[in-house]
């Protein structure tokens, strides 16, 4: 079991884990370096699956509820609320790498480069940066036909309420200058890691660590508008834990996309949606260039 050095603060504990790994590459890589697909998944593979919300996770971590308990494997998660500190995240994490069972691990922490205990196995959906910021605004106000309140939710709904924001659809909530709809996570920050990771657009050191992260130590990296090419993907690349997805989804789709489909969201107009492009910039680069990549990739296994 692992447990933290005395006297060692979380952030130490991260510093050091992200140096024993640090990607030295410095410039931006080439389109053709596809994830790291050449490396050899271990017979009982963990997998660390590292996404932002709203990205499709939900989906894939019941889908991988079903495969565990029908194969053998664990499912994991660190998603235990505000009882769970980001020391016990890491801590799950760890405890699980030390075992020698084959894992699943659902996590909405960004990279980190563990490796001490044995080597994880990376993957990741994204979206459309601002489709997933709109997602995530209204099922924070309102749920899904499965998830109606959690403590984040409600304090999101009491600070809009406390500025008679309550009634604002995602337009007025950006037009107004409302922070709380902006930028909520971000797809550099979450490739990126913790160290070295602002959100400044001074300097390219944060995208340019994301994608060296990407090329060094992400399996698979797929595109949410692009779901059942990410699960058949997966299901060649790492058969291990991901063998019979693509028809588990098949079977479960329709439960699924009617549990969890958020609600009450309306249309995104384009001066909205042009008003954070540019703000979110940054994001929409590593975005093209995943969806490039995750593109090849499917070219090279032949899936359409």
């Given at each position: 079991m692992y447990y933290k050095q005395v006297g060692t603060t979380i952030k130490e504990e991260i510093d050091r884990d992200v140096q024993y790994s640090l990607p030295s590459s410095g410039t931006m890589t080439s389109i053709e370096s596809v994830f790291a697909s050449d490396s050899a998944v271990p017979t009982n593979p963990v997998v660390i699956f590292s996404v932002l919300p709203k990205c499709g996770s939900r989906t894939l971590f019941a889908l991988m509820g079903i495969l565990g308990e029908k194969h053998g494997f664990d499912v994991k998660h660190t998603m235990g609320g505000d009882d769970e500190t980001a020391e016990d995240k890491v801590k799950i994490i760890r405890q699980t790498l030390l075992s020698k069972n084959a894992a699943f691990i659902y996590?909405?922490?960004?990279?980190?480069?563990?490796?001490?205990?044995?080597?994880?196995?990376?993957?990741?959906?994204?979206?459309?940066?601002?489709?997933?910021?709109?997602?995530?605004?209204?099922?924070?106000?309102?749920?899904?036909?499965?998830?109606?309140?959690?403590?984040?939710?409600?304090?999101?709904?009491?600070?809009?309420?406390?500025?008679?924001?309550?009634?604002?659809?995602?337009?007025?909530?950006?037009?107004?200058?409302?922070?709380?709809?902006?930028?909520?996570?971000?797809?550099?920050?979450?490739?990126?890691?913790?160290?070295?990771?602002?959100?400044?657009?001074?300097?390219?050191?944060?995208?340019?660590?994301?994608?060296?992260?990407?090329?060094?130590?992400?399996?698979?990296?797929?595109?949410?508008?692009?779901?059942?090419?990410?699960?058949?993907?997966?299901?060649?690349?790492?058969?291990?834990?991901?063998?019979?997805?693509?028809?588990?989804?098949?079977?479960?789709?329709?439960?699924?996309?009617?549990?969890?489909r958020t609600k009450n969201k309306t249309k995104i107009t384009p001066k909205v949606r042009n008003i954070l492009k540019e703000e979110l910039a940054e994001d929409y680069k590593l975005y093209n260039l995943i969806k490039e990549k995750f593109d090849i990739s499917k070219k090279k296994m032949s899936i359409e």
């Amino acid at each position: 079991m692992y447990y933290k050095q005395v006297g060692t603060t979380i952030k130490e504990e991260i510093d050091r884990d992200v140096q024993y790994s640090l990607p030295s590459s410095g410039t931006m890589t080439s389109i053709e370096s596809v994830f790291a697909s050449d490396s050899a998944v271990p017979t009982n593979p963990v997998v660390i699956f590292s996404v932002l919300p709203k990205c499709g996770s939900r989906t894939l971590f019941a889908l991988m509820g079903i495969l565990g308990e029908k194969h053998g494997f664990d499912v994991k998660h660190t998603m235990g609320g505000d009882d769970e500190t980001a020391e016990d995240k890491v801590k799950i994490i760890r405890q699980t790498l030390l075992s020698k069972n084959a894992a699943f691990i659902y996590t909405h922490r960004r990279y980190q480069a563990f490796g001490r205990e044995r080597k994880p196995v990376y993957i990741s959906i994204v979206r459309d940066p601002v489709e997933r910021l709109a997602s995530l605004y209204y099922f924070m106000r309102y749920g899904d036909n499965r998830t109606n309140v959690d403590l984040p939710a409600v304090q999101f709904r009491a600070k809009m309420d406390a500025r008679n924001y309550n009634n604002d659809s995602f337009n007025d909530c950006v037009l107004n200058g409302n922070k709380m709809c902006r930028r909520v996570g971000s797809v550099v920050r979450q490739f990126c890691g913790y160290i070295g990771c602002t959100d400044s657009t001074a300097t390219q050191a944060p995208i340019k660590k994301a994608i060296a992260n990407i090329d060094k130590s992400y399996h698979v990296v797929g595109i949410m508008e692009d779901y059942k090419s990410i699960l058949r993907v997966l299901e060649k690349k790492i058969p291990q834990l991901f063998q019979g997805i693509v028809a588990l989804y098949e079977e479960q789709k329709k439960e699924i996309v009617s549990n969890m489909r958020t609600k009450n969201k309306t249309k995104i107009t384009p001066k909205v949606r042009n008003i954070l492009k540019e703000e979110l910039a940054e994001d929409y680069k590593l975005y093209n260039l995943i969806k490039e990549k995750f593109d090849i990739s499917k070219k090279k296994m032949s899936i359409e």
